[in-house]
């Protein structure tokens, strides 16, 4: 390692807004399939995160939790759409905070992503494009039906804060509904939601500005942004760092760099071990938004290494790390970093780690099972 872990810049303090994050390392949202099957916080759920935080993440962002009945993605997915949701968010907020780590509650809504059977009919979109995954045309929002998806983020991110969450984050990445309205191949409309750059993001836009109205200037709101869709005729860089130019104008205190969408074939966990030097293969895009904005920028993809994370801070690439699967494995990562423990995560982005049942790493539940040779 090119640092001793005690004096690494890793473990330096940042802001973001108002709230002090004491390293920069970020668990980066990732759906954990641990609420029950009416979307409220289970006892396994809060166990999980609590021990994130026991881990010395710095900020933890939880799986993504559905503004509106229709927004779920997947089953067991924590929701967030009505205030009988508060009690249990409360309890994952509570033992968070017998920490010194910081959460956000990433909100978010599936949009064209889902099925059928989540969402309790078509889904909504934008535009009625086809999703070939999912094998569905969405049903196209009205514009006052627009209004009131606003209206449910802001809503969504109050009940965060009343149940004692530092921030929010919200999830525009990915091909969800956000992301769809920000993604040319997506949003095809032509009232005062589509066509221009500034109308697709006018909604993203709209939703940070009414959480500030609503939550105050100190509640932080983060976003989960695409660099790129990785599909002809989607949101491309250059476009997605005008997009953040005016969310910072209308509120938005950090960002975290991601890219992909379903109907891509390329989302932002890439399946396989990869050299040291082309770990966090988002970073050189998280880079250039950080060059462009002033506030702090997250930078992910295949983190492993220590020392390369290290550099990318060092070298001003971006802000913070942000990890998932590590942090599935090794749910003690960052404070076996900080004594010295490790240089490298035992992760092989085997992507096993996914499971319905609940997220757990797949690689060592197999092994647990492989017979000992006598």
């Known amino acids: ?104 509650l ?36 009205t514009a006052v039906e627009v209004r009131e998806v606003m209206d449910d983020f802001i809503r969504a991110a109050r009940r965060a804060r009343e149940a004692g969450f530092d921030g929010v984050q919200l999830h525009c990445a990915h091909g969800y509904l956000l992301s769809s309205f920000l993604s040319p191949h997506t949003n095809r409309r032509t009232d005062d939601w589509g066509g221009t ?71 932002s966990v890439w399946q396989g071990l990869r050299a040291e030097e082309e770990e966090g293969y988002f970073v050189e895009a998280a880079a250039r938004f950080r060059k462009a904005l002033g506030i702090p920028v997250a930078g992910l993809g295949g983190n492993r290494t220590l020392a390369r994370m290290e550099a990318v801070v060092r070298e001003g690439r971006a802000d913070f790390i942000s990890l998932s699967r590590p942090l599935i494995r090794e749910p003690r990562l960052v404070a076996d970093f ?9 992760c092989i982005s085997c992507n096993k780690c996914f499971n319905p049942r609940g997220v757990s790493c797949g690689d060592l539940r197999i092994s647990r099972h492989i017979p000992t040779k006598k």
């Open 1 to 104: 390692m090119t640092d001793s872990p005690n004096q690494s810049v890793l473990f330096n303090p940042a802001r973001i807004g108002a709230v002090e994050v004491t390293n920069r390392f970020i668990r980066s949202a990732t759906c954990e399939f641990m609420a029950d099957d009416d979307g409220f916080v289970t006892d396994r759920l809060v166990s999980l995160l609590r021990g994130l935080a026991e881990g010395e993440v710095g900020l933890i962002i939880t799986g993504h939790a559905n503004v509106r009945p229709d927004g779920k993605a997947s089953p067991r997915q924590a929701g967030v759409y009505d205030d009988g949701f508060i009690p249990g968010l409360a309890r994952i907020a509570e033992a968070v905070h017998r920490f010194p780590s910081r959460i956000f």
């Open 106 to 141: 990433q909100i978010a809504h599936a949009g064209r992503q889902t099925k059928v059977r989540l969402s309790n009919g078509t889904p909504i979109a934008p535009s009625p494009v086809y999703e070939p995954e999912f094998d569905l045309t969405p049903r196209e929002l």
């Open 197 to 267: 750059t500034a109308k697709r993001a006018l909604l993203a836009v709209e939703i940070v500005a009414g959480i500030k109205a609503a939550c105050g200037p100190n509640f932080p709101v983060m976003a989960k942004l695409n660099a790129t869709d990785f599909l002809p005729g989607g949101l491309q860089i250059e476009e997605s760092l005008e997009i953040a130019g005016l969310l910072e104008r209308a509120g938005l205190d950090a960002v975290e760099i991601s890219g992909g969408m379903t109907e891509a074939g390329r989302g």
């Open 338 to 346: 900080r004594l010295g423990r490790k240089a490298k995560s035992d």
